[in-house]
């Protein structure tokens, strides 16, 4: 399975008054994702499934994305991506999905590190001088090889926002 991690834009400041999941992309961080999806449309990417966050700048996100790859289908809300999600019932809902699958997930910070931390044998947890950093609208593609006993995969790419705009 190819899986494909995508971090939201940026989004406006958190404020204690208002909900932090109804926050939503800047006009900066909206415009830096349409250019992110243009080139990912030029480089003619194609995804079975995209899906997001329950939390509205990553849906804002994942609809841009959609929009620009002019999918046909619509993009799917993942609980499992939440911050709080459960990576066990994320992986588990990936394996019922097709092994030749493109998957496209929108989510957050450290959720999706973690997340590459564990398919590529890190425990999802940080070694000792190891760092993964994906930026705000930056994205990886890993290879999924298996789900049991334990996820395993590779790493194949991991890019910033500004070197996916160069792709276009």
């Known amino acids: 399975m190819e899986l494909y991690l995508l971090r939201h834009g940026e989004a406006g400041t958190r404020v204690p008054t208002a909900r932090d999941s109804e926050r939503a992309l800047t006009a900066s961080g909206k415009e ?74 929108v989510g957050h910070e450290p959720y999706l590190t973690t997340t590459i931390g564990e398919v590529v044998g890190m425990g999802g947890e940080r070694l000792p001088g190891s760092r993964i950093v994906l930026r705000k609208g930056g994205m990886a593609k890993l290879v999924v090889v298996r789900f049991t006993p334990k996820v395993s995969g590779e790493l194949r790419w991991l890019l910033t926002p500004k070197q996916l705009k160069r792709l276009a």
């Open 32 to 105: 830096e994702i349409e250019k992110v999806a243009k080139s990912l449309a030029s480089q003619k990417y194609v995804f079975d499934v995209v899906a997001s966050s329950p939390l509205k700048r990553a849906k804002d996100t994942a609809s841009i994305v959609n929009k620009a790859l002019k999918r046909k289908g619509d993009v799917e809300e993942w609980h499992e991506l939440s911050p709080e999600g459960s990576k066990a019932a994320f992986f588990k809902r990936l394996s019922k999905l097709r092994p030749t699958a493109a998957v496209l997930c």
